[in-house]
């Protein structure tokens, strides 16, 4: 079965740095978008990056644009999300989406299939 496991999570600074990972298993991983959101309490789920399936094409949401990078090694089954810069309102739950397709868009729940558990990202001094 379809399995997302992220990780990476923790205290930081604001500031710092934290690089999460999203290992999957279940299915073939390269043939797919993967995503990274947030939940923050309190409030709604905020799309923070889109990856499509050969790494090529990447999406991020202003609020995350030039401080967060995507990426993905196909071989290890495993997207990444690089988190520089951050700032206590990135504290949130992070959690990893497995697209339907090749490609996927910001919003469009009916583009994702899967999702993980997530993992809590706290910035605070």
């Known amino acids: 079965q379809v399995q997302l496991v992220e990780s990476g999570g923790g205290l930081a600074q604001p500031g710092g740095s934290l690089r999460l990972s999203c290992a999957a298993s279940?299915?073939?991983?390269?043939?797919?978008?993967m995503s990274w959101a947030r939940q923050a309490p309190g409030k709604g789920l905020e799309w923070v990056s889109i990856?499509?399936?050969?790494?090529?094409?990447?999406s991020y949401a202003d609020s995350v644009k030039g401080r967060f990078t995507i990426s993905r090694d196909n071989a290890k089954n495993t997207v990444y999300l690089q988190m520089n810069s951050l700032k206590p309102e990135d504290t949130a739950l992070y959690i990893c989406?497995?697209?339907?397709?090749?490609?996927?868009?910001?919003?469009?729940?009916?583009?994702?299939?899967?999702w993980g558990q997530g993992t809590q990202v706290t910035v605070s001094s």
């Open positions: 989406y497995k697209g339907s397709r090749t490609s996927a868009r910001f919003g469009v729940f009916t583009d994702y299939d899967y």
């Open positions: 279940g299915f073939a991983f390269g043939e797919y978008a």
């Open positions: 990856i499509v399936s050969d790494g090529r094409d990447t």
